[in-house]
């Protein structure tokens, strides 16, 4: 099947129009006209190859809503019409340990990321979300509630259970100071999940101009990290950080915030690696982690979570004509808090 896509050719090149082949759905798979997908920052650092091992053309996109639009005969879960969602998975080999847990993210025979991953049916490469529509099989297809805004719930596919699982991974929540470090669109969606956790939530921001956008999506309280009074009164405050931030920083500053036995998980995935000297962990029982997504079990969760919470995201609904001028605002910081590709402008 054509598809309408938008793609990147090389590291170098901006996203341009272009046509991709989606499968005929098999006996599992579920079509689905994609509606919304959120601009997600993986996805420049991946149609850029900050990370290296990107497939051109490239085409990303991972956090998609959209409405089905053909079922194989063996599909249960979804009927022609109805809403679905497909986040940073399309499959996994689903017999490991972890897929049997409901990690898929985390399958030890490698998961199939919804772009730049190989793709099992055609030996090529995944396509993204900038696309008209996708092919996924219905059991990494998650469901979504009617009376939803969607072009708000879209980012919840990446930005959401990206903190989502973290948080309740470390089991945050009341009695907890927490920071969230870096407000874009994971560290907006970690704000307002600490927040409903019942944590008491510091935003931790290189930028100034956030701090009442941060207390209005419900933290108690601003620190400007370039201000060096106002980092050292927070010297031993956390319990728990999550950080969130896209370029390279100093991790140690953060880990000097914590708490004795304090958790700083890293979720944000600068290209370059960071430097933490062993004594920083040593001196007060440290710890430093990561976090990939979520799997599927939990990634359903969330929605539930957030659709019963009244939860989803602070969103600018972009042209996809627009996407490489949405990519430079988002290199800025400048983004309240995701774009989102309205799909209809393709
Ligand atoms: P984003 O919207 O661009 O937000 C990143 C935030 O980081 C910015 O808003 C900014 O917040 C802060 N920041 C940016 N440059 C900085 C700098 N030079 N120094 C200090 N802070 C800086 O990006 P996103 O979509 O939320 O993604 C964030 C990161 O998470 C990316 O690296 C992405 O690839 C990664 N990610 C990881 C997973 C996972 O599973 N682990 C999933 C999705 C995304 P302030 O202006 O408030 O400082
Ligand atoms: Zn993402
Ligand atoms: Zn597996």
């Known amino acids: ?15 341009a129009p272009w046509s991709l082949d989606r499968r005929e759905p098999t006996p599992h798979d579920v079509q689905i006209d994609i509606l919304y997908c959120g601009v997600c920052h993986s996805d420049l650092h991946t149609v850029r190859n900050e990370w290296g091992g990107a497939v051109y053309p490239a085409v990303p996109g991972h956090e998609i809503v959209g409405r089905v639009t053909k079922v194989g005969n063996h ?13 940073c998975l399309v499959d996994s080999c689903r017999e490991c340990a972890n897929c049997k847990e409901g ?30 529509q996708i092919v996924v099989d219905e059991d990494f297809i998650l469901t979504i509630k009617e009376d939803q805004p969607l072009e708000a719930v879209a980012p919840l596919l990446c930005a959401g259970i990206t903190t989502y699982s973290p948080l ?11 920071g969230i470090l870096g407000l874009g669109g994971l560290g907006h969606m970690g704000v307002k999940l600490a ?18 956008d941060a207390k209005k999506l419900g933290a108690h309280n601003f620190v400007l990290t370039k201000d060096e009074s106002q980092v050292k009164k927070m010297t031993g405050y956390f319990d728990f950080i999550l950080d969130t931030v896209s370029a390279e920083h100093d991790y140690n500053m953060y880990l000097s915030m914590l708490k004795t036995s304090g958790t700083m998980v890293c979720v944000g995935a600068p290209p370059a690696p960071a430097k933490i000297p062993a004594f920083n962990l040593i001196m007060g029982r440290k710890s430093i982690g990561g976090s990939l997504i979520g799997g ?3 990634t359903q969760e969330m929605l539930d979570y957030c659709a019963s919470k009244n939860i989803v995201s602070d969103v600018e609904v972009i042209d996809i004509k627009y996407i490489n001028e949405a990519y430079e605002r988002m290199l800025k910081g400048d983004v309240k808090y995701r774009f989102v590709i309205d799909m209809a402008t393709l």
Do not use: I
């Open 1 to 15: 099947m054509a598809t309408k896509a938008y793609a990147a050719q090389s590291a170098t090149a901006p996203l």
């Open 296 to 298: 599927l079990p939990e």
């Open 75 to 87: 599909v249960k879960k979804f009927k022609v019409g109805d809403l679905a969602a497909v986040g």
């Open 195 to 212: 927040a409903s956790f019942g944590a008491e939530v510091t935003m931790l921001s290189h930028s100034p101009s956030k701090e009442a």
């Open 103 to 132: 990690l898929e993210q985390y399958c030890l025979n490698g998961s199939t990321g919804t772009y730049n991953s190989k793709d099992k049916h055609s030996g090529g490469v995944t396509y993204g979300g900038y696309s008209k």
């Open 168 to 178: 309740r991974h470390w089991k945050v929540g009341e009695g907890q100071k927490v």
